[in-house]
C-alpha cells in the first residue's frame, strides 16, 4: 500500500514552467506505476501522464505531449512531473496515483488504486 502527497502546485504565468512532485509512503513504492491526472473546474478528471515501475516505459495525453515530462525516483519513492510551456487550459488540479501494473487502460482513472490530494496549478493569461 502506497499513500500519495502532492506538492509544487502554484500560481504560474503562460509560457512559464512548473514541477510537481508526489512523494508516496510505503516500503512498495517501486512495485507501483505511477499517474498525473487532472481536474478542472467543471471539468471531468483526464489522464496528463504515467510511468511503469521501473521508468522505462511513459505515456502523455496528446493535449500535453511534448511539453510536460514524467519521472521517478525510486529511491526517494517518488514521482515528478515536470510542466513546461504552460498554458491557461492547463489550470486544473493535479492528483498524482499509484496502480499495480501499467496496463493498456493506464489513461483510466478506475485502473488506479491510490490517490493524493491534489495540489492546485493556476496558469495565467
Known amino acids: 500500500q502506497v499513500q500519495p502527497v502532492e506538492s509544487g502546485g502554484g500560481l504560474v504565468q503562460a509560457g512559464g514552467s512548473l514541477r510537481l512532485s508526489c512523494a508516496a509512503s510505503?516500503?512498495?513504492?517501486?512495485?507501483?506505476?505511477m499517474g498525473w491526472f487532472r481536474q478542472a473546474p467543471g471539468k471531468e478528471r483526464e489522464f496528463v501522464a504515467a510511468?511503469?515501475?521501473?521508468?522505462?516505459?511513459?505515456y502523455y495525453a496528446d493535449s500535453v505531449k511534448g511539453r510536460f515530462a514524467i519521472s521517478r525516483d525510486n529511491a526517494k519513492n517518488t514521482v515528478y512531473l515536470q510542466m513546461n510551456s504552460l498554458k491557461p487550459e492547463d489550470t486544473a488540479v493535479y492528483y498524482c496515483?499509484?496502480?499495480?501494473?501499467?496496463?493498456?487502460?493506464?489513461?483510466?482513472?478506475?485502473?488506479?488504486?491510490?490517490w493524493g490530494q491534489g495540489t492546485q496549478v493556476t496558469v495565467s493569461s
Open positions: 496515483a499509484a496502480a499495480m501494473g501499467l496496463s493498456r487502460s493506464y489513461y483510466r482513472s478506475e485502473e488506479y488504486d491510490y
Open positions: 510511468i511503469s515501475w521501473s521508468g522505462g516505459t511513459t
Open positions: 510505503g516500503r512498495t513504492f517501486s512495485s507501483y506505476a
